[in-house]
Nanobody, 127 residues
Framework: QVRLVESGGGSAQAGGSLRLSCVKT????????MAWFRQAPGKEREGVAS???????TYTDFVKGRFTVSKESGESSLYLQMNSLKPEDTAMYYC?????????????????????WGQGTQVTVSS
């Protein structure tokens, strides 16, 4: 069974940086699409960035140029480097995985594609 555990959240000043990590355990085969989502208080969960087996990435507009998603080869770990943080980046950040196996499915930020979720790590940005 796939398990995801996030770490690296915390507090930062506006303009600062944080790096989130997500460790994946459990066996998967074929394609594994991994992503970061976030949920601010009173708002719906939204996609932040995804990364496919081949390293191709997708970013939502509000983080382009500021956040970078990456992973270790073998997909045991996922990272989110967050630079130029803004107060509106304050949210609970979740790591997610979609096990596509050999299916030809897009690795994007469609929440319904992701069956595996971590517990989340809180990011708070102050002005």
């Amino acid at each position: 069974q796939v398990r995801l555990v996030e770490s690296g959240g915390g507090s930062a000043q506006a303009g600062g940086s944080l790096r989130l990590s997500c460790v994946k355990t459990g066996y998967t085969y074929g394609r594994l699409c991994m992503a970061w989502f976030r949920q601010a208080p009173g708002k719906e969960r939204e996609g932040v960035a995804s990364i496919d087996n081949d390293g191709s990435t997708t970013y939502t507009d509000f983080v382009k140029g500021r956040f970078t998603v990456s992973k270790e080869s073998g997909e045991s770990s996922l990272y989110l480097q967050m630079n130029s943080l803004k107060p509106e980046d304050t949210a609970m950040y979740y790591c997610a995985a979609a096990h596509f196996g050999y299916a030809r499915l897009p690795c994007n930020l469609e929440e319904r594609s992701f069956a595996y979720w971590g517990q989340g790590t809180q990011v708070t940005v102050s002005s």
